[in-house]
């Protein structure tokens, strides 16, 4: 079965999430109709929100980079960095409503997270990482870092001008009569 059967209301994704920020739900908030599509291991309703308006299109990046990504038959997640989790739910309402054997409910779970990770993937975000190198060489080109002994040479430079209008201002006290002391 098609997971989008399942988890989208129409043909694109709609999404909501709850007040709480620990479930994000099928369909409208109000409808009541909406599946448990996935929840969280962490309390951190700023996470799933975001996840949630990502996934509805609404924001083109969602940042924390994946770290593991588990399907199988008894689970199907998401670990992020952080160790921020989601994972996919619904499956009393697969098995017991859809009446889809424990095989072919993994299946829908585990072609949900995929999509979702190939969201993320996909994503301005994970475009940008993988052009990192070749934007780390265009800055450099353009900012033309100066070597290390130009930096060295302007530092002494400085230095220099320091020392010498520090001779100057001790030949003007000494001239005025003033006695310094040497360090």
Excluded at 31 to 60: I, P, R
Excluded at 90 to 97: A, D, F, N, R
Excluded at 159 to 177: A, H, Q, T, Y
Aim: charged content about 30%; hydrophobic content about 35%; overall charge neutral.
């Amino acid at each position: 079965m098609d997971f989008k059967k399942i988890y989208f209301k129409g043909e694109s994704p709609k999404f909501h999430c709850d007040p709480y920020g620990i479930y994000i739900f099928t369909g409208e908030y109000a409808d009541g109709d909406g599946l448990l599509a996935l929840d969280t291991n962490l309390d951190d309703g700023y996470m799933m929100q975001s996840l949630c308006n990502f996934l509805n299109g609404e924001l083109n990046v969602f940042q924390p980079r994946i770290k593991e990504v588990i399907l199988d038959n008894n689970d199907a997640a998401i670990v992020f960095e952080g160790d921020f989790e989601v994972r996919a739910r619904g499956w009393g309402y697969l098995t017991g409503v859809k009446n889809l054997s424990n095989e072919e409910a993994a299946q829908v779970q585990n072609d949900f997270i995929n999509w979702i990770v190939d969201k993320i993937k996909n994503s301005f975000f994970e475009q940008q990482e993988e052009n990192r190198d070749d934007i780390v060489a265009k800055l450099d080109k353009i900012a033309k870092p100066r070597p290390m002994r130009s930096i060295l040479k302007a530092q002494q430079r400085k230095n220099k001008s320091i020392d010498g209008k520090l001779r100057k201002l001790e030949e003007v006290l000494k001239s005025k009569g003033v006695k310094l002391k040497k360090k």
